[in-house]
C-alpha cells in the first residue's frame, strides 16, 4: 500500500460511531442534521482533491502509466470511495479537468473510464456512470448536439438496476429533475410515467424512513406543479393518482414535522386547482390549501403571502367557472387586498382583471369599472418600459376586459369600442410576430368582441369583417364550442346587413355544431355553466336567421338552457341574458301569431327584469306593453308603454347619450299605439325630433331608414288627427328618404317605400290632388310585385288598407264605378281576413282607423241616393260587429272614430234631403 494513503476523516474530537456523529434523538423534528451530516460523511470522509487524484492514478495504471502496477490498488479504493455516492460528482466538478480542456473530451473520457469501473463492479459503479451519463445528457442539450434523451434513458436504466437505499433515492431524484426536462422537449406523457415512477420509489424510501427523501418529496411537489401547468386530459387518472400520493405523504408528514406544512398547502393546491373544473368538483382541497397558506402568511407574509394570493386568485377563478359568484368575489377582494402590500404591480393588474370579472357579473358596474381602468394603465406602463411580448399580451388582456366592463355602462358604447379595437391592435401585433399557438386564439376573442361593439353603434358592415376574421382563426384553432359562437356571430351579422340566405346557411352550420355539443355534454355530463351559456348564446343569435317557425324553436332552446343556468347560478348578468332570449323569444312568437304564448314570455321577462338594470326593465315593459296591446289588453298595456317612456326619460336625463335618446323615441312610438290620432300626434313628434338628433351619432343609411319610418308613423298620424298640413310635409319627407335608400339598397327598403308611398297618396287627396296621388299608386303597385310575401307590407290587411287608398283616388278622379267595386273588395278583404282563424293578429287592424276614413271618404264622394251605398255602409256596418264580436276589447278603441264617422255620415245624408 502507498505510505502517503490515509482516509481523510476530520471529525476532531468525535469519534467514528453513528451516536456521537447524528446526535442520540434521531426523531427529533430538525431534519437539518440529515443533510449536515450526510455532508459530513461523503465530503470528509474523503476529501474531493483526493477522489480526484484516486481516479487519475487508476487511470494512469489503466493506460501503462508509472502507476500500472497498482490497478487492483486503486481499484479497491475508488469501490470504498464510490459507496458515499460521490465519486463521479468529485471529479466533475473540479476546478481542473482530470482528462481534457475540452468540456465535450472530458464527459466523454469519463463515461469512458466509469464504463470500465461499472463493467467491472455494476453494484458500486453503476450509480457514478449514470451520474455521468446524466452530466453528458446535460451538455448535449445545452449545446444541441448529439442525443440527449437517449443518454438520460441509458443513465435511468442504470440506476433501475440499483436496489440499495441509496440507489434507490438517487433513481427517484434522477425521475423527478428528468420528469422536468420531459416537459421542456414538450413530451408531456414521458413526463408524467417519470413523475409517477419517482413518487412510487418516494412512498417506499419515507416507508422505511429514509429520511434523505423528504427533501426530495418537496422537490418532487414543486416539478409536478410545473407539469399540471402543462396538464391534459391525456392521462388523467395517472395525474391524479400521483397529486393524490403527494397530498397523503406530504400530509402523514406535516402530522410529525409541521415545518412541511407548505408541502402539503402546495400539493393540496395542485390537487384543488391544477385540473379542469370538472376533475375538481369536490372543494374541501381547495378550502383546506387555502387555510393552511392563510396561517403560513399570518405568520410569515414575506414568505408566504403571494402563495396565499395564488390561491387566492385560483380560487375566485374556480368559483367565477362555476357559476359562484358571491364566492369568487370574495377570494379576489381578499387576494387584491393582500397583492397590494407587495411591489409586484403586474401581479396586481392580473387580480384586478379578475376582480372586475367578479364585481360585473354581480352587478357592481361602477366598482367593476374602476378595477378594470387600474390594469391597463399599470400594464400600458410595463409596455411602454420593455419591448417584452408578454406585456403586450397581457395588455391586450386588460383592454378586452376594459372594453367588456365600458359596455355595459350606459355612457361607455364609445370608449368600450375603442378599447376593444386597441385590444385587437396590439394581439394582432404579437400574432405577426409569433403566428402560431395561443395569440391566434386570443385575436379570435377580442375580434368576437369587437365585432360586438361595432354593431352596438350601427357599424355593421365592420362588424361583420371582424366576426369572418375571428370565425377563420376558431375554425383553424379554436374548440367547438368557440367556433359555434364565432359562427353564431357571422350568421347575425350577415342578416343584419340583408345577406339573408348567406347568413341562414353560416347559422345552420351553427346549430348542428351546437346539437352535436349538447347531446355530448349530456351523454358525458360535461359542459360547464359557461360552456351552457355559450351554446345558450349562440342560439340567441342565430335564431333570427331563420323561417319563423324554426326560429321560435331555436329561440325556445336558447331560453331553456338559460332559464337552467340562470336556476342554479345568482347573477346580474345571467338573469339579463335570461331576459334578453325571453324578450327575443317573445317577438318571435309574435311573428307567428302565437300571441299569448308571446305575452307569457314578456310577462316572464319583466317579473325578472323589474330587479335588473332599468335599461333591461325598461325593455321588457316596452316589449310587454306591445303585446299587451296586441291582444286588446289596453289599460294594462299602456300603463306599461308609460312606464317605459318614464324610465327612459329618467335614463336620458341621467346619462344624455344618443343610445337612450334612440330608445326613448322607440318608446314614445309604442305610447302612441294606446293613443287616439289628436292625442298620438305629439306623442310621434317628440319620437321624430329625438330620432334627427341622432344624425351625427348612426350610419347615414341606418339613421335615413330610422328617420323614414318616424316620418311615415307621422304623416299617418297627423293624416287621421286632420294635421294634413303636417302629414303632407312629414310624408314628402319620407318619400324622398326612402327613395334614396331604395337606390342603395333595394331588396331591404322597397316594402318602406310601398308603404311610405300609400300614405303621401293618402295625404294629396285630402288636398283634391288625386292625379299626384294616384301617380303614387300606381308606382307603389309596381314597387309591390317585388316584395316578399312574408313582407308585412304584403300582407291581406295591408293589401285592403291600400285598396281603400286606390279607390279614394279613383273616386276623386271621377271613376266613381271602378272606385266603389274597389272599396267593396276592401271590405270583403277585411271579412276574410277575420274568418281566418289563422290571422295574425300582432298586426291585422293596425290600418283600420286609416281603412275606415278612406271608406268613408270614398262614400262621400259618391251620390247618397244610390242603393249601393247604402249596400256598403251596410258592409262597414257588418264589418264593425265582426271586428266587436271577434275583439270586443281591441274594437272600443276604433268605436269612437266609426261613431265619427256614421254620425258625419248621416249628417251630410240630412243636409242632401
Request: net charge negative.
Amino acid at each position: 500500500m502507498p505510505k502517503e494513503y490515509r482516509p481523510m476523516a476530520v471529525f476532531k474530537d468525535r469519534g467514528l460511531g453513528w451516536e456521537n456523529l447524528v446526535g442520540q434523538d434521531i426523531e427529533r423534528q430538525d431534519f437539518d442534521w440529515v443533510s449536515r451530516h450526510r455532508d459530513l460523511l461523503e465530503m470528509n470522509l474523503f476529501d474531493q482533491s483526493f477522489m480526484v487524484a484516486a481516479v487519475e492514478h487508476l487511470n494512469d495504471a489503466w493506460y501503462g502509466g508509472e502507476r500500472s502496477g497498482e490497478e487492483s490498488y486503486w481499484l479497491g479504493r475508488l469501490s470504498f470511495m464510490a459507496l458515499s455516492g460521490n465519486l463521479s460528482v468529485a471529479c466533475l466538478s473540479s476546478s481542473d479537468p482530470v482528462w481534457n480542456e475540452d468540456q465535450e473530451i472530458e464527459l466523454a473520457s469519463a463515461v469512458k473510464f466509469f464504463q470500465r469501473l461499472a463493467d467491472q463492479q455494476p453494484a458500486i459503479f453503476g450509480g457514478d456512470l449514470a451520474e455521468v451519463l446524466e452530466a453528458q445528457g446535460r451538455l448535449s442539450h445545452l449545446r444541441g448536439k448529439g442525443n440527449p434523451e437517449k443518454l438520460f434513458d441509458d443513465a435511468l436504466s442504470i440506476r433501475r438496476a440499483n436496489g440499495e437505499m441509496l440507489g434507490k433515492y438517487k433513481l427517484a431524484t434522477s425521475l423527478a429533475w428528468l420528469g422536468s426536462y420531459a416537459l421542456v422537449i414538450r413530451k408531456p406523457q414521458k413526463a408524467l410515467s417519470l413523475f409517477d415512477e419517482s413518487v412510487a420509489i418516494v412512498r417506499l424510501l419515507l416507508a422505511d424512513k429514509y429520511f434523505p427523501a423528504i427533501p426530495l418529496l418537496a422537490f418532487l411537489q414543486r416539478n409536478f406543479t410545473t407539469y399540471l401547468k402543462n396538464f391534459s386530459n391525456s392521462d388523467t387518472n395517472t395525474a391524479l393518482r400521483v397529486v393524490e400520493i403527494i397530498v397523503t405523504l406530504s400530509r402523514n408528514l406535516a402530522q410529525s414535522y409541521p415545518q412541511y406544512t407548505p408541502v402539503l398547502a402546495a400539493a393540496l393546491h395542485d390537487r384543488a386547482f391544477g385540473f379542469p373544473a370538472n376533475l375538481s368538483l369536490d372543494s374541501r382541497a381547495a378550502e383546506e390549501s387555502i387555510s393552511l397558506y392563510r396561517n403560513l402568511a399570518n405568520r410569515n407574509p414575506e414568505e408566504y403571502g403571494a402563495s396565499f394570493a395564488d390561491a387566492l386568485y385560483n380560487s375566485s377563478g374556480r368559483l367565477f367557472s362555476l357559476g359562484q359568484y358571491k364566492g369568487a368575489l370574495s377570494a379576489s377582494l381578499e387576494e387584491a387586498r393582500i397583492r397590494r402590500r407587495f411591489k409586484g404591480m403586474n401581479i396586481l393588474a392580473t387580480c384586478l382583471d379578475q376582480l372586475s370579472r367578479c364585481l360585473g357579473t354581480t352587478g357592481k358596474m361602477d366598482e367593476a369599472l374602476n378595477a378594470a381602468e387600474e390594469p391597463v394603465r399599470i400594464r400600458r406602463k410595463f409596455s411602454e418600459d420593455s419591448t417584452a411580448g408578454e406585456f403586450e399580451s397581457q395588455l391586450a388582456d386588460s383592454l378586452n376586459n376594459l372594453s367588456c366592463c365600458l359596455s355595459l355602462k350606459p355612457r361607455g358604447t364609445r370608449d368600450a369600442l375603442e378599447a376593444a379595437r386597441e385590444a385587437v391592435s396590439v394581439q394582432r401585433g404579437l400574432v405577426r410576430e409569433s403566428p402560431a399557438g395561443i395569440f391566434n386564439l386570443r385575436l379570435a376573442i377580442f375580434l368576437h368582441n369587437f365585432s360586438v361593439g361595432l354593431s352596438g353603434t350601427g357599424r355593421h358592415e365592420e362588424a361583420l369583417r371582424a366576426a369572418e376574421e375571428a370565425l377563420k382563426t376558431q375554425i383553424s384553432r379554436g374548440d367547438d364550442s368557440s367556433r359555434a359562437l364565432a359562427l353564431s356571430r357571422v350568421a347575425s351579422c350577415l342578416r343584419t346587413v340583408g345577406k339573408v340566405e348567406e347568413a341562414l346557411k353560416i347559422a345552420e352550420d351553427c346549430l348542428g355544431v351546437v346539437r352535436r355539443l349538447m347531446i355530448i355534454a349530456t351523454s358525458h355530463k360535461l359542459g360547464t355553466e359557461r360552456t351552457q351559456t355559450q351554446f345558450a348564446e349562440a342560439l340567441f343569435a342565430i335564431s333570427f336567421c331563420f323561417p319563423a317557425k324554426e326560429a321560435v324553436q331555436v329561440a325556445m332552446d336558447s331560453v331553456a338552457i338559460y332559464r337552467k343556468v340562470t336556476k342554479s347560478l345568482s347573477s346580474p348578468a345571467f338573469s339579463t341574458y335570461f331576459v334578453r332570449a325571453l324578450l327575443q323569444l317573445s317577438t318571435l312568437l309574435s311573428s307567428i301569431g302565437k300571441d299569448d304564448e308571446a305575452l307569457r314570455s314578456a310577462v316572464e321577462a319583466a317579473q325578472i327584469g323589474c330587479g335588473l338594470a332599468k335599461d333591461c326593465y325598461s325593455a321588457c315593459l316596452y316589449r310587454l306593453s306591445l303585446c299587451l296591446h296586441t291582444v286588446g289588453n289596453s289599460e294594462e298595456g299602456m300603463d306599461s308603454a308609460q312606464r317605459c317612456v318614464e324610465l327612459r326619460r329618467e335614463l336620458v336625463k341621467e346619462y344624455e347619450t344618443w343610445e337612450f335618446k334612440e330608445k326613448l323615441a322607440d318608446a314614445l312610438f309604442n305610447l302612441s299605439l294606446y293613443s287616439l290620432p289628436p292625442a298620438a300626434v305629439p306623442i310621434v313628434r317628440e319620437a321624430v325630433e329625438l330620432q334627427r338628433e341622432l344624425v351625427e351619432h348612426l350610419p347615414s343609411q341606418f339613421f335615413s331608414q330610422r328617420l323614414s319610418d318616424g316620418l311615415q308613423n307621422l304623416a299617418a298620424k297627423a293624416l287621421l288627427a286632420g294635421q294634413v298640413e303636417e302629414a303632407l310635409c312629414s310624408a314628402e319627407e319620407a318619400v324622398c328618404l326612402t327613395r334614396k335608400l331604395v337606390e342603395s339598397n333595394p331588396a331591404e327598403n322597397t316594402p318602406s317605400l310601398v308603404n311610405v308611398l300609400y300614405t303621401y297618396a293618402n295625404i294629396l287627396c285630402e288636398y283634391s290632388r288625386y292625379q299626384e296621388g294616384y301617380i303614387a299608386i300606381v308606382d307603389a303597385d309596381v314597387l309591390r310585385l317585388g316584395i316578399s310575401s312574408e313582407s308585412p307590407f304584403a300582407s291581406l290587411e295591408a293589401s285592403a288598407a291600400y285598396m281603400s287608398t286606390r279607390a279614394k283616388c279613383l273616386i276623386g278622379l271621377g271613376q266613381q264605378e271602378s272606385g266603389f267595386c274597389g272599396i267593396l273588395d276592401a271590405i270583403r278583404l277585411y271579412r276574410k281576413i277575420l274568418d281566418d282563424e289563422n290571422a295574425p293578429f300582432a298586426s291585422a287592424f293596425e290600418s283600420f282607423p286609416w281603412f275606415l276614413k278612406n271608406v268613408f271618404a270614398c262614400i262621400a264622394g259618391l251620390d247618397k241616393a244610390d242603393m249601393e251605398v247604402t249596400k256598403a255602409i251596410a258592409e262597414v256596418a257588418h264589418l264593425s260587429q265582426l271586428l266587436k264580436a271577434y275583439y270586443p276589447e281591441r274594437f272600443n278603441h276604433w268605436q269612437c272614430s266609426l261613431r265619427e264617422s256614421l254620425e258625419l255620415y248621416a249628417s251630410d245624408l240630412h243636409q242632401n234631403g
